[in-house]
Nanobody
């Protein structure tokens, strides 16, 4: 059974950087992504990486976040730079198909 495990969340000051990791086991996936859910808000797409389509980013993170994948270790990364308080959320890794989610990792941007 496929499994996704996120790591790398934590507390960071505004303007700082953080890298999230998602270890993927099984599945034979062809697309991987990061979503986030802030308190009181709906889950939203952050970035999507696919073997078939161009990489996509939410407008709010373009130019600051970068999604990548290491195929040798089957790990998906989200490099986050110039973080601000609006980036505070639980970040979820996912992969498709079939759509599979990780358990989430908390990111808090605060001074």
């Amino acid at each position: 059974q496929a499994q996704l495990v996120e790591s790398g969340g934590g507390l960071v000051q505004p303007g700082g950087s953080l890298t999230l990791s998602c270890a993927v086991s099984g599945g034979g996936f062809t697309a991987w992504g990061w979503h986030r859910q802030a308190p009181g808000k709906q889950r939203e797409m952050v970035a999507v990486l696919s073997t078939k389509d161009p990489t996509m980013y939410a407008d709010a993170v373009k130019g600051r976040f970068t999604i990548s994948r290491d195929s040798t270790t089957n790990t998906v990364y989200l490099q986050m730079n110039r973080l601000n308080t609006e980036d505070t959320a639980v970040y979820y890794c996912n992969a498709a198909s079939p759509l599979t989610w990780g358990q989430g990792t908390q990111v808090i941007v605060s001074s």
